[in-house]
Nanobody, 115 residues
Framework: QVQLVESGGGLVQPGASLRLSCAAS????????MGWYRQAPGKQRELVAI???????DYADSVKGRFTISRDNAKNTVYLQMNNLKPEDTAVYYC?????????WGQGTQVTVSS
């Protein structure tokens, strides 16, 4: 069973940075895409950033220019660098991996941006 282990969340002030990491516990086979989603209280889960097999990336309009998704294939790890965080970025962040062997979700990590 593949597990995705997330880390890097926390409580920060507006304008600060955080880096989220998500590592797969074992090989997932060929990876189609890796992404980060978030869910704020009372809202639906939304896509934040995605990176596909050819390293093309895409972002939600609300995070463009502030967030960067990247990956390390050798480590089966995907990262989300978040800069200039805003209170509206507060949410539980989930990583997702769509691969040959299945569609996997992390357990979620809380990001809170507050002064």
């Amino acid at each position: 069973q593949v597990q995705l282990v997330e880390s890097g969340g926390g409580l920060v002030q507006p304008g600060a940075s955080l880096r989220l990491s998500c590592a797969a516990s074992r090989s997932t086979g060929r990876i189609y895409n890796m992404g980060w989603y978030r869910q704020a209280p009372g809202k639906q889960r939304e896509l934040v950033a995605i990176i596909i097999s050819d390293d093309t990336t895409d972002y939600a309009d609300s995070v463009k220019g502030r967030f960067t998704i990247s990956r390390d294939n050798a480590k089966n790890t995907v990262y989300l660098q978040m800069n200039n965080l805003k209170p509206e970025d507060t949410a539980v962040y989930y990583c997702n991996v769509r691969a040959l062997l299945g569609n996997y979700w992390g357990q979620g990590t809380q990001v809170t941006v507050s002064s």
